[in-house]
């Protein structure tokens, strides 16, 4: 009797896995439960993760199911083979979902709900530590102008720009944030207002530079992309609501824009401390403005 080598044992068939699953979700709902799909589904209740065994699986089939999984919510992990590829494939997956949860689809930059929780953080910080927190608010001057003469892609391409330049300038403490349209936070832990206005200054600077290319003829000047900026501080010394420090921002920058644009405003310092007497506070400013002068 001659041997049968094992390249010619038989290996079942595999599996239809949508008929298999389309039985699955039959079957539940005679029993009167359901797969929500991932559109319905709100967040209540726990998830699960669904396996099935795929005896029997070539080398090339595994490669072409692999590759056809990759556009699905699925994942192959090989049980006899190295698993690690396949976990590395789904550790990539779960940072690359976690990093568009919290960044900005367009600009790359932090969305406002990470925004707010580090701002949060931020002043429970400075409270302790005594040390000042500075948030400035940015705004593009004119920006509906940009997409309704230029187009969207123009003005695309703007708010890309002003988030590298923002994104060059910062400390890796700092947080550039995008609002929403627009609108730009910038979030700098211990730092003074005066060192946030150089900071700003350098930052508006570079905006300066900035021209875009239009399809439609216009002046230069109408070309320059421009930016105003409302600066408030935090030094810890009173309880304040994150709310009540961005609307110091808020106000600021409102101040100007009805000042005629492309300027900073500083919101006045609010949060002293009751040590400090108003000649104190003078000659601290002029001590800063010079040490930070000479510093640069």
Not at 107 to 114: E, K, N, Q, S
């Amino acid at each position: 009797m001659s041997k049968t080598s094992p390249s010619s044992i038989p290996v079942p068939p595999l599996p239809d896995l949508r008929t298999e699953l389309d039985a699955l979700k039959a079957d539940l709902a005679s029993s009167g439960l359901c797969v929500p799909s991932p559109e319905r589904h709100h967040g209540d209740g726990s998830n699960a993760v669904l396996f099935r065994l795929l005896p029997g699986l070539s080398p090339e089939y595994q490669s072409k199911l692999e590759s056809m999984l990759r556009q699905m919510p699925w994942m192959l992990l090989p049980l006899q083979d190295d698993a690690y590829p396949a976990l590395r494939r789904l550790q990539d997956k779960i940072d690359e979902l976690a990093h568009a949860v919290e960044h900005d689809d367009l600009t790359g930059l932090a969305r406002r709900a990470v925004f707010e929780q580090a701002l949060d953080t931020e002043m429970e910080r400075a409270k302790r530590s005594g040390r000042s927190l500075s948030l400035a608010i940015l705004d593009i001057d004119d920006f509906k102008r940009v997409n309704d003469i230029c187009g969207h892609v123009h003005g695309d391409h703007v708010l890309c720009s002003v988030a590298e330049i923002l994104r060059r300038n910062i400390r890796r403490a700092d947080l550039a944030v995008r609002l929403g349209g627009e609108e730009f936070a910038l979030l700098m832990p211990a730092t003074t207002q005066t060192s946030a206005v150089f900071l700003l200054e350098r930052i508006m600077n570079a905006v300066r530079e900035l021209r875009f290319d239009c399809p439609e003829h216009i002046a230069a000047d109408q070309a320059q992309v421009t930016v105003s900026a409302g600066l408030a501080c935090y030094k810890g010394f009173r309880d304040m609501l994150p709310l009540e420090l961005i609307e110091q921002a808020d106000q600021a920058l409102y101040r100007a824009k009805r000042a005629g644009k492309n300027r900073l405003e500083k919101a006045p310092l609010r949060d002293i401390s009751p040590e400090l007497s108003p000649r104190t506070l003078v000659e601290s400013a002029e001590k800063n403005f010079l040490f930070q002068g000479l510093a640069t």
